[in-house]
Structure formats: structure tokens, C-alpha cells
């Protein structure tokens, strides 16, 4: 009995381990899309490629190959709903993340700038001749170093949002060429 229940308790395991596969369809213009297929009925072909789904008439399809490869948490995430996403699911160090990073950072440039350049205005108008003047100057100057500093930062994650963004377009990658062999394609 005992092992019994340790060989359906490890098949169960292993069936939660399986993960999700990504299928692939080859169309007749020899187009390879990737995603998971839906439903095969009334001679149609419903795919889900990455939140888009579409139907193709099996006419246009050549080739269906089921689960071409396992789904990584990049393909996981990119299927989901944005509805369904968690924390967790969100991948770091994308060009969205950089980019959430410089709007965070701009604003608090903004902000401590202004609120910097207003404190030395009244340093040096409102409180003039009296013994708060150099302290408010002090405190303005230095709110008004810090906006300049989140101001330069939210540039510079913006440039790296960019070379994210080259290095996503460009790529290097073996297909079959014409003849059946394996050639190279450069993409920029």
C-alpha cells in the first residue's frame, strides 16, 4: 500500500512539473508562429500567440508541431492576461521596467528641483537680512543638487531603455535557407 501511494503521489508530482508547452504552426508562406493551440474544429486552426488569438483555415496551415519547446517564465508572461499578472510574474531589467524606473525618478527630479529653486528664492527675498537667510539657501540648494541628480538618473535609464531595445531588434540566428541547409539571418 505504501507503495502504491508513493508511485501516485510521485506521477502527480511529475504531472504538475510537466509546465506549459509552446506548439508552433508553419503556414504555407512558411511563417512559423509560436503559442499554444486552442481548438482544432470546423477546419480551423485557433491559436494564441502571446494575448493574440486568431484563427487560421487549415488550408493555409502546413505544418502543426505540438509542444516545440518548453514555455519559459518570459512566454508564461507573455501569455497571460495583464489582468492576471502578479508582482512576481513581472520580469526585471526590461525596457518597460527601466522605463517605469525614469518616469519614478524624473518626477522626484522635478519636484525636488522646484521646491529647491523656490526655498532659495525665499532665502534670498522673504527672509533677507535675518539669520534664517543661509539656512534656507543651504536646504534649497541642496533639494535643488538632488532634483539635478534624479533629473541626470531618469536620462540615464532612459539610454539604457534604448540599448535594451537595440539588443531586443537586433539579433544573429540560424534558419534553413533555400537549398535545406542551415544559414545564418542578421536582423537589425
Known sequence: MKKISLLLLLSTLLSFAKGQCIDAIITTSNDTIYGSLLDTANGIYTFDSYNYVFALPKDMVKEHIICIRQATKTDIVRMKHLDNLSSSDLLKYTPGFYLRKSTNNFYLGICLLAG?????????????????????????????????????????????????????????HLTPNQDGDLGIKLKF
Not at 141 to 168: H, M, V
Open 116 to 172: 529647491g529653486l523656490t526655498a532659495n528664492t525665499l532665502g534670498f527675498t522673504y527672509f533677507k537680512d535675518t539669520k534664517a537667510e543661509y539656512p534656507v539657501f543651504a536646504v534649497g540648494s541642496i533639494a535643488a543638487a538632488g532634483g539635478i541628480f534624479f533629473l541626470l538618473r531618469s536620462f540615464y535609464f532612459i539610454d539604457k531603455t534604448g540599448k535594451l531595445l537595440d539588443f531586443e531588434r537586433s539579433s544573429i
